[in-house]
């Protein structure tokens, strides 16, 4: 009996989300007096044993190329496998994108309750009942599961990852592997940024800055910081900048720790996707601009005279040329 952690990688590397999940899983598991175990899928180039530090005490390496690509259906079927064999009661995923694939089909497939946008661990003192974001994250619900076997995917960036000592036991799974249904034939891949997803420093941009012409100081300020850059819809919509960096509703719904809105008004569905940032930093010449009302820290000015002072500011604190 235990809680499984799906352990997500990119390219071979643990994903950033994966070790608030470790983390949140192993603390589940202490609730329910179970041992916290976890899933890798695919070749690893990690260390998985040193994964110990975060709580995991066993490890079900499935190494089979076949999963060196993400593909949510076969994903599923070899989780399922893990599931049974080791009768695991809780299955944790980041709310992220792979999450999202499999978790509800594992879902489907074990008959299991499942809780998506999870944002704190369970109480379990009677039953088991779970917190999680709804409407856009404008109010909180707090779901009871009744299944025996219960899923979690814990929305990105609620869960601080708490790294201690410890090793885990890395044991590999033998399991039957389906022929992947879609094939990847080529990857275009964004080098030299941070991803969006993973940022713990997000830029953003909106119609304010006029133009794509216009954009250097959002990445000028983003690279300083050690930043991704974001943008609001219109933006992406106009090719000003790329769809991937548009947040909101119909976006990317992102939660770093700062979140710094340059020409932005803050309207509610840009909002729905950025709310959970920690801290809010928004910089707008209107002072009427409703984003104020969300933000933890404003400055009302024309973003390009701001922007490169606190560019200036952040080089010369940080000694970069
Ligand atoms: C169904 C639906 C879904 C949507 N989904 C999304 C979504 O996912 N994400 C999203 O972003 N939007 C979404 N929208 C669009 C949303 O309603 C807004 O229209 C959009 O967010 C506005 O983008 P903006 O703030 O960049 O532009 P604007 O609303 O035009 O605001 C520009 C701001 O820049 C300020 N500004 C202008 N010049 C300067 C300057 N020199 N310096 C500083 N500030 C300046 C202005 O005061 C203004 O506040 C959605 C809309 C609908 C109907």
């Not at 009996?1 to 352990?7: D, G």
């Not at 609730?31 to 990690?46: C, I, Y």
Request: proline letters at 5%.
């Amino acid at each position: 009996m235990s809680v499984l952690i799906f352990i997500d990688q990119a390219e071979g590397h643990i994903k950033k989300a994966s070790y608030e999940a470790m983390s949140y899983g192993a603390k589940v598991a202490a609730q329910l007096g179970l041992q916290a175990e976890g899933v890798v899928l695919g070749a690893s180039k990690d260390d998985l044993a040193a994964l110990g530090k975060y709580g995991v005490q066993r490890i079900h390496h499935v190494n089979n190329d076949a999963l060196n690509h993400f593909d949510a259906q076969v994903f599923t079927k070899v989780i399922a496998q893990v599931v049974e064999k080791t009768g695991a009661q809780v299955v944790i995923f980041s709310n992220n994108v792979d999450g999202k694939g499999i978790a509800p089909r594992l879902a489907a497939r074990l008959k299991a309750g499942l809780v998506p946008g999870a944002v704190a661990l369970p109480e379990t003192g009677n039953g088991f009942v779970v917190k999680k974001n709804v409407f856009s994250g404008k109010a909180f619900a707090n779901i009871a599961v009744n299944t025996p076997v219960k899923i979690i995917a814990l929305n990105p960036n609620s869960f601080k990852p708490e790294e201690g000592t410890g090793t885990a036991e890395v044991v590999a799974f033998n399991a039957t592997v389906d022929a992947p249904k879609v094939k990847v034939t080529s990857t275009n891949k964004v080098s030299g940024e941070v991803p969006l997803s993973e940022a713990s420093v997000v830029v953003s941009g909106g119609r304010g800055l006029k133009g794509p012409e216009n954009w250097g100081i959002i990445e000028d300020l983003a690279k300083a910081l050690g930043a991704a850059t974001a943008c609001s819809r219109p933006v992406a919509d106009v090719h000003w900048r790329p769809h991937h960096e548009h947040v909101g509703q119909t976006g990317l719904a992102i939660a770093p720790d700062l979140y710094i809105a340059v020409g932005i008004s803050g309207a509610i569905q840009h909002l729905a996707g950025v709310n959970r940032s920690k801290v809010i930093v928004v910089i707008n010449k209107d002072p009427e601009a409703p984003f104020f009302k969300a933000a933890d820290y404003g400055i009302v000015g024309d973003a390009f005279e701001v922007v490169p002072k606190i560019t200036e500011a952040v080089k010369k604190l940080k000694g970069i040329a």
